[in-house]
Each structure stands twice: as structure tokens, then as C-alpha cells.
């Protein structure tokens, strides 16, 4: 009975730093997913000069579907997917892979990279509410809090003199940016459903699968402008494919499966300080110092996220 007891101790005293040291790799994989994701903004901008937008996302997705398809044969050999999972297997895909991207390519083409960025701050509140609608989650007063800071000081870091050019030219762009927020918020969602059930990598593999099947009928309308494209261009599609698409997908997963989904997406607020960074060191663009100030808000806005993830941890095992 004594030794009963003290194995519970033991186990008890030993589960807060399990729950911390998850934390705190889930927090690193997502910082790895933002800066894939910035930089992935640059080496699109120089992809679509060559290659069409949905052509482009055709082969990137194609080439990260062969890469995860076999990491997933060695990893995993005995995963199958249950037939009754089929329907929101492949609604991920098709709002996380197909939707998102024939959107988000085409807009980041027609609108300006100011407007492109800036937009990417409203999934934070599109996920939030629809979470709250779908899975009717809790909205604390530091959950909301840190989704306002968090798209602060995105606007901050992308603007910079607190101007956005909304003209006519940019709004068909600005409107499939908005679209491809909203495709991600859902692919959030869906995949919020699955999480438990199926690891990260045979979620991103089935995914990019299908989301992938869906772009070559989508692609074929652009084949009067297929050409041949540049090596630049292909270093591009590999830097896409492997770390955007593979190890971006992965890691983003793993973490959506140990951190709050407010938390996951106030993260993808720091896309856009990435991709100015980004910008000035790999196009020569310039970057203030408001943008660099703009970054720190944001992160401070992750942190009031961990600092009520981590509250929310300890009152669960006082409670044990």
C-alpha cells in the first residue's frame, strides 16, 4: 500500500515537467513552422515569375507527397486510415493544401505583399470563433487579449507607418487572401477532430495526398503557360516542397496536438515579421525599426497565451 502511494507521488511530481517539457518543444517546433513559412513568401514571389501559380503548387505538393509518403511507409508501416475518417481526411486537404494555396498564390500574385501579410492577422479571430462555434471552446479575457496584441503588432511589423495600400488595383488579391484565412481556419478545425486519433505525419502525408490529386485538374487550365523554369527556380520548389510542406506540416501538427489552438495561431501572426526579414536580408527590401518593435508585441502576445496555458496545467493537478 505504501509503495502504492509513493509510486503516485513519484508520478505526480514527475507529470508537471512532462506537460512543461512538451510545452516547450511544441513552442519550438511552432517557431520553426514560422520562419518555413516566412521565408516561404520570398521563394513563391520568385517561383510565380516562372512557373503559374496553381502549375507551381502542383509540383511543390507533388514532390512533398512523394517524400512524406515514403517517411511515412518507414516510420509508421502498420498506419491505415479508417474508412469512416475518409470524408475529413481529405476535407483537410482540400482546405489546407488545395483551397488554401489556389488562394493564397493567386493573391499573394494580385495584391501587394504588404496586404498579403497584413491579412494573414485575421485567422487568429476567424479560428477562434469558429472554434468556439464548432467545438464551443472557452474565450478567456487573456485568450482575447493576446489574439488583439498578437494582430497589433503584426500590423506594426508589416505596415510600418500604420498605412495599408487597400486600392481597387489590390482588391481582387486582398479578397482570395481573406478566402485562403478562412480555408486555414477550417483545415485548423478539421484537423482539431483527427489530432487525437492519427499522428502528425500520417495526417500532413493523407492530406498533401489529396490536396495534391485536387490541384492537377485545377492546373490544366493553365498549361499554355507551362515553360521551362530556371534551376533558381527548382532550389525554390525543393526549399518549398521539403521544408514548407514536409517539415513545416509536421511540426505544425505535433504542436496543434500540445498547445491551445488560440496559442497556434496568435504563432502564425510572426509569419509576416518572418517574411519582412526575410525580404530585407534575401530581396534587399527595407525593414524600420516599428517593424522590429511590432515582432516583440507579438511575441509578447504568445507569452500572455503560455502564461494562461500553464496556469491552466498547474489548477489540473492540484486537482489529481
Not at 498506419?79 to 499573394?108: C, Q
Not at 505596415?159 to 481556419?185: E, P, Q, R
Not at 519582412?276 to 536580408?281: E, F
Amino acid at each position: 500500500m505504501k509503495c502504492d502511494l509513493s509510486n503516485e507521488v513519484t508520478v505526480r511530481r514527475r507529470l508537471p515537467s512532462v506537460l512543461y517539457s512538451e510545452q516547450f518543444y511544441a513552442n519550438l517546433a511552432m517557431l520553426a513552422v514560422i520562419i518555413f513559412w516566412g521565408i516561404s513568401y520570398v521563394s513563391i514571389k520568385i517561383t510565380v515569375v516562372e512557373i503559374p501559380p496553381i502549375t507551381m503548387a502542383l509540383i511543390r505538393f507533388a514532390l512533398a507527397s512523394i517524400i512524406l509518403g515514403i517517411i511515412l511507409r518507414r516510420v509508421e508501416p502498420q498506419a491505415r486510415l479508417d474508412k469512416s475518417d475518409l470524408p475529413k481526411m481529405f476535407l483537410g486537404g482540400v482546405f489546407g493544401i488545395t483551397i488554401y494555396f489556389l488562394f493564397e498564390n493567386y493573391g499573394v500574385k494580385l495584391s501587394s505583399a504588404t496586404n498579403a501579410s497584413l491579412i494573414v492577422s485575421v485567422v487568429p479571430i476567424i479560428t477562434i470563433m469558429l472554434d468556439i462555434l464548432f467545438f464551443h471552446s472557452k474565450l478567456s479575457i487573456m485568450k482575447i487579449a493576446g489574439v488583439f496584441i498578437a494582430i497589433g503588432g503584426s500590423y506594426l511589423a508589416v505596415t510600418a507607418n500604420g498605412k495599408v495600400d487597400l486600392n481597387s488595383g489590390h482588391f481582387l488579391g486582398n479578397i482570395l487572401m481573406l478566402c485562403a484565412m478562412l480555408s486555414w481556419a477550417f483545415f485548423t478545425l478539421v484537423n482539431k477532430s483527427l489530432q487525437k486519433k492519427y499522428s502528425g505525419l500520417f495526417l500532413t502525408t493523407y492530406q498533401t495526398f489529396f490536396g495534391t490529386l485536387c490541384f492537377i485538374p485545377l492546373s490544366l487550365f493553365e498549361y499554355k503557360e507551362w515553360r521551362p523554369f530556371s534551376l533558381t527556380v527548382l532550389g525554390n520548389l525543393l526549399f518549398l516542397a521539403v521544408f514548407c510542406s514536409v517539415a513545416g506540416y509536421v511540426l505544425y501538427t505535433y504542436a496543434l496536438k500540445r498547445l491551445d489552438v488560440a496559442l497556434t495561431t496568435i504563432y502564425l501572426n510572426l509569419i509576416p515579421v518572418v517574411g519582412v526579414l526575410s525580404g530585407y536580408l534575401i530581396l534587399r527590401e527595407s525593414v524600420l525599426p516599428i517593424q522590429l518593435v511590432g515582432g516583440g508585441i507579438t511575441l509578447l502576445a504568445i507569452v500572455i497565451i503560455n502564461f494562461e496555458l500553464v496556469a491552466y496545467q498547474l489548477r489540473k493537478q492540484k486537482q489529481l
